[in-house]
């Protein structure tokens, strides 16, 4: 287990809080200790074999290092913004693996977990500076004004930002002290049907006048909206398969996502009923892909 921010639609805000950009890749603590080298997932999963270049890389610069960092394992489009398609598909995508560490736990068989935030941020920073390191490794830094920080984050359509409490410190669990804003999407789509085993929604778009599907959507409702649109859904039914029912498409739903991951919606969630649109004005917005 690892600590983890709570979603948060809601930047906050006050003096107590510093900003960080939020990268969308792999979360792992990296052991660099004395030529023993160590990439571990969230989970608890070794990782070394997955991302050989960064365990090589810390092989030739850390031997005699001592520390723990806490990080993400990212592919950079822009200082603001992970590509996780490229690192899923790295072996076919020409693209460098990086390790970026935003917390330092360990340092010098020294535990910092109990030294706030602010305290283990500035042992981070001066660890980097004191290692002049390559762009394999990459110090993030945090900032008071979250404003200007999220106004860079959305230019480069980055996954959002992560406030973090100064007094913070670390604990292996999910926690309010580390509050996570993502940079969502606002689109509307369309029904084209639903699971009878998973209660999965099929969702389409219109694009350049043909219909596209855009994967699925469960969560967000409430469970009397749910009822209530199962119920509407099962008057429309025009085909009925082994888990699957496909509907008339006539009932539209505005959609709050992350990306588009291989064309589909990615951690897609109901906001709301969208009456007031027919099929064919759930256009797929330009820029989408």
């Not at 950079?76 to 398609?85: H, T, V």
Request: positive net charge.
């Amino acid at each position: 287990m690892t600590m983890l921010p709570t979603l948060s639609l809601v930047m906050p805000k006050g003096l107590e809080w510093l900003y960080e950009v939020k990268y969308d890749g792999y979360r792992a603590k990296l052991y660099l200790q004395h030529g023993k080298i160590k990439l571990i997932s969230r989970n608890g999963v070794l990782l070394n074999d997955n991302f050989i270049e960064i365990i090589k890389y810390c092989k030739q610069f850390f031997i005699q290092t001592d520390v723990v960092l806490d990080g993400e394992v990212v592919v950079l489009d822009s200082p603001f913004k992970a590509n996780f398609f490229k690192l899923k598909n790295r072996k076919q995508l020409p693209c460098v693996v990086q390790y970026l560490a935003f917390d330092i736990l360990k340092i010098k068989q020294v535990s910092l977990i109990s030294r706030p935030y602010l305290v283990r941020k500035k042992l981070l920073q001066d660890w980097f500076s004191q290692c002049k390191l390559a762009p394999i490794l990459q110090f993030v830094a945090a900032t008071s004004d979250g404003d200007s920080l999220w106004q860079k984050v959305a230019q480069h359509d980055g996954e959002g930002i992560v406030a973090k409490k100064k007094t913070s410190i670390w604990k292996a669990k999910r926690t309010t002290e580390w509050l996570k804003i993502k940079h969502w999407k606002y689109d509307s789509f369309f029904i084209t049907g639903y699971s009878t085993k998973t209660g999965l929604l099929y969702l389409a778009a219109v694009e350049q006048g043909k219909i596209r599907p855009m994967g699925t959507v469960l969560h967000g409702f409430s469970p009397k909206e749910r009822e209530t649109l199962l119920a509407v859904l099962n008057k429309h039914q025009i085909k009925q398969d082994k888990d699957r029912i496909d509907v008339k498409s006539g009932i539209c739903l505005e959609v709050r996502y992350l990306e588009l991951y291989k064309g589909k919606l990615r951690q897609p969630s109901f906001v709301r009923f969208r009456f007031d649109l027919s099929a064919e004005d759930c256009q797929l917005p330009k820029g989408r892909t």
